[in-house]
C-alpha cells in the first residue's frame, strides 16, 4: 500500500473533548497538507508541511488547531476543545515537493457531538 | 486571493453522452488550474494540471480541459461519459505554488444508463 493513509476512518467525540488524526503520507514525500472539507464543499487548506517545519499555517481557523510533523513524515492534527461546527471531513495529501502533485488520503471523518 | 466557482452543483447525464464541467477562477496572474475526482469513500484524485504551454490539457480516464484566459474558464470535458465516472469533481486554482490552493465546491455528476 503506497498510498497515503489517515487514521482513524470515523472519529466521533463530544463537544470541548481533545482530538487526534494522523496521517501517514506516501513514503518519500517531503511535502505534507492538511485540508478540512465540510458537507457540500471543497477542501480548505488548514495547513502544509516542507520536512519537520509548518511552512504555512494560514488556514487554520483558531488556535485550538495544532499539527505536528516532528520527523517530517508521519503527521497528527490536533484539536482542542472542539466545537460541533468543527465535524468535517479531515483531508491529508503528500507531494515530493511543493510543486509536485498533490495525493490525497480517504480522509477522517470527525462528528462532534 | 484566488477562488474558483464551479456553477452546477449538479449534472446528470446518459452512459455515452458527452460532458463538460464548469470552471470559473478569479486571479491576477496566470493560474496553476487542477480537476480533482472524487469518489465515494475514496481519496481525491488528479485527473488533470495546467501549470503553462499548452492550454489544451489531457487528463487520465479521457478527460481534457482547456485553459481559456479571456473567459477565466478551466472547462472539464469527456467525449462518451461511462457509468463509472459518477462522482464529484473539483475545479481547484492555485497561486503560483502548490500549497495555496483553492477549491469549487464541486460538481456531482450523475450517469444515467
Known amino acids: 500500500g503506497a498510498g497515503v493513509s489517515q487514521t482513524p476512518s470515523n472519529k466521533v467525540t463530544e463537544k470541548g473533548k481533545y482530538v487526534e488524526l494522523r496521517c501517514d503520507p506516501i513514503?518519500?514525500?517531503?511535502?505534507l497538507y492538511w485540508y478540512r472539507q465540510s458537507l457540500g464543499q471543497g477542501p480548505e487548506f488548514l495547513i502544509y508541511?516542507?520536512?519537520?517545519?509548518?511552512?504555512?499555517d494560514s488556514g487554520l481557523p483558531n488556535d485550538r488547531f495544532f499539527a505536528v510533523r516532528p520527523e517530517g513524515s508521519v503527521s497528527t492534527l490536533k484539536i482542542q476543545r472542539t466545537e460541533r461546527g468543527d465535524s468535517a471531513v479531515y483531508l491529508c495529501?503528500?507531494?515530493?515537493?511543493?510543486?509536485?502533485?498533490?495525493?490525497f488520503g480517504p480522509g477522517t471523518r470527525l462528528t462532534v457531538l | 486571493a484566488q477562488s474558483v466557482t464551479q456553477p452546477d452543483i449538479h449534472i446528470t447525464v446518459s452512459e455515452g453522452a458527452s460532458l463538460e464541467l464548469r470552471c470559473n477562477y478569479s486571479?491576477?496572474?496566470?493560474?496553476?488550474l487542477f480537476w480533482y475526482v472524487q469518489s465515494p469513500g475514496q481519496g481525491l484524485q488528479l485527473l488533470l494540471k495546467?501549470?503553462?504551454?499548452?492550454?489544451l490539457v489531457q487528463g487520465i480516464k479521457g478527460f481534457e480541459a482547456e485553459f481559456k484566459r479571456s473567459q477565466s474558464s478551466f472547462n472539464l470535458r469527456k467525449p462518451s461519459v461511462h457509468w463509472s465516472d459518477a462522482a464529484e469533481y473539483f475545479c481547484?486554482?492555485?497561486?503560483?505554488?502548490?500549497?495555496?490552493?483553492?477549491f469549487g465546491a464541486g460538481t456531482r455528476l450523475t450517469v444515467k444508463p
Open positions: 481547484a486554482v492555485g497561486a503560483g505554488n502548490n500549497n495555496d490552493m483553492r
Open positions: 508541511f516542507q520536512g519537520t517545519g509548518a511552512a504555512d
Open positions: 495546467y501549470f503553462s504551454g499548452d492550454t
Open positions: 495529501a503528500s507531494s515530493w515537493g511543493q510543486t509536485d502533485t498533490q495525493y
Open positions: 513514503s518519500g514525500h517531503t511535502a
Open positions: 486571479y491576477g496572474a496566470t493560474p496553476y
